[in-house]
């Protein structure tokens, strides 16, 4: 019978990927634009966008930031990955950002950015996100718009469940989507069953945003998949969806969905965070970077840790509890109530949605369909609330919009549906171009959504653009979403995959946001902050060279007594103090790096010249009108 459903469920899967068309050729290209569509978009000259939307990147490893409803890309941070533009993961002040306990990793996956809160209202301080690859946790600031901080998961595998944050910012969680022996060590692969495990780790954090792995729960070799937190009343629980219980270790269809239901972890870190304040756990052997940028000394360090604390689940009476839901839930979505938990099984047309409420009654009740693990399974009547029925196809994510609604994408079906919490209707239906996975309301996903606008962040783009080659940006489409259907207004390319996305109104953060950094306040061991500072100083084969500049010329612009076979260091401070005036540093044939520098930054490069000469280097950034004379020359002579 379970294989039928597979079958029938697979079968449609297949006729909706050919109805897509290689071509993209099928049916209606625009769907139903609202007619003054371009109107309620359009952000005149000189004018702000009304929120900022933070995509991530997905295989790109950085985050975007969109004016929404314009759609415009104002930047991109980098967070995992090197980054050209600025100079990020190459210039010796930044490179340690990349560290981890496998070495210097130049390229993330980054998936789901998470905005800070305030008793479960966005505050604007930070945005966190997870890299997927080599699991690590970022922390952004949204003062600076950089990247502060990286911590890595240890005994973690695909953290994919992250960086999803509590109501008041508490903690961060990540999850090991690939179960993994724990801690590692060598072991044959098709003994997996019930000797891996996937540990999730609670990360706290601090007042000033500084993340410290608390504790890691040991949990039984499933996939852990998403996430997300308990709000209002649920505050204090975390609720993970899990694939593959079936424990394969070959991933073929067969294996990994053999169960009908896998399950929801739901999770009273409260519990724990108690039990491990008491002294509880064990302290086990870990190796993990934690990477910090001081902005006073415009440095990042790099610390290697040490140990990590584990708790078996077992041991902390009501601290985990298994809900069974059906095919292989993907999104594990809170609304803003705290009260309903929906699990968007990505093979099945129907959603389940759960009830917090239920549960703890569940759960006072012993309402237990035995156990996984020695971890109580509830009978799935027990905390069911209703279920989406139809909604559509390979549900994926669910969003709200503070207004009782639901908007859930369907993959396979390509489309958002959006749905009444309680009543469990289908009210409105939108295709979408094509095949969306997440989707995002400004604080959708949290206890005051802002229920204006939605993106669906689309995976196939196909005809949408002009043709780019085999390779396309993914697009994104907005929709208003303030009336009781939904209308699309614009279609935007995205960068790399964004998987999730966060949004927040510009107000909270614009006033906030810093436009220099102050040379007083430059704390840089190397820097020279005025030009009576700027020197060349030599230690055996290195040479420091103190370095400025200002609009228009470098100081010093001409270096001699550099050798072949010498390591140059250029330590570049920008004088400038005035917002917007970068200068740039380029040297012929640096193979390390460029640079560039804001103003009362300062940056270094590396240079080791190979070849005699008189070698010239200038400013990469167009400055002022004597730009172009911007520029120097640095004499090698031979050993
Ligand atoms: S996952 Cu990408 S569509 Cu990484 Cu959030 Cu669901
Ligand atoms: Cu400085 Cu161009």
Known sequence: MKNIIKITVLGILGLFLQSCGNDGSSGSKSGAITSNAAERVYVAPGEHDEYYAFLSGGYSGNLTVYGLPSGRLLKEIPVFSQFPTNGYGYSEETVPMLNTSFGFVPWGDAHHPDISQTEGELDGRWIFINENNTPRIARISLETFETEEIIEIPHSAGNHSSSFITENTEYVVAGTRFSVPYPQEDMAIDQMKGNFKGPLTFIAIDDNGRMNIDFQLKMPGFNYDLSHPGRGDSHGWFFFTTYNTEEAHTMQEVNASQNDKDFIAAVNWKKIQEYVKNGGGEEIDAEYAHNVFDHSTQTATTTMEKKVLTVDPREVEGAVYFMPTPKSPHGCDVDPSGEYIVGNGKLST??????????????????????????????????????????????????FDGKGNAYTTFFISSEVVKWKLGTWEVLDRQPSYYSVGHLMIPGGNSREPYGKYMISMNKITKDRYLPTGPELEHSAQLYDISGEKMELLLDFPTHGEPHYAAGIPAEKIKSKS?????????????AAISESETKMVREGNEVHVYMTTVRSHFSPDNLEGIKVGDKVFFHVTNLEQDFDVPHGFAMIGANTSELLIMPGQTKTITWE??????????????????????????????K
Not at 359 to 382: H, T, W
């Open 514 to 526: 810093k436009k220099i950094y102050r040379l007083d306040e430059n704390k840089h061991e190397y």
């Open 350 to 399: 129907d959603l389940t949605v759960h009830s917090f409420s239920k549960m703890l009654k569940a759960i006072e009740n012993e309402d237990f369909d035995g156990d996984a693990y020695g971890i109580p399974v509830l009978n799935f009547d027990s905390t069911l609330a209703g279920t989406v029925k139809e909604g559509g196809l390979g549900p994926l994510h669910t969003e």
């Open 609 to 638: 010249p190979k070849k005699e000469g008189v070698w010239p280097f200038y400013c990469t950034d167009f400055c002022s009108a004597l730009h172009q004379e911007m520029q120097g020359y640095v004499r090698v002579s031979g």
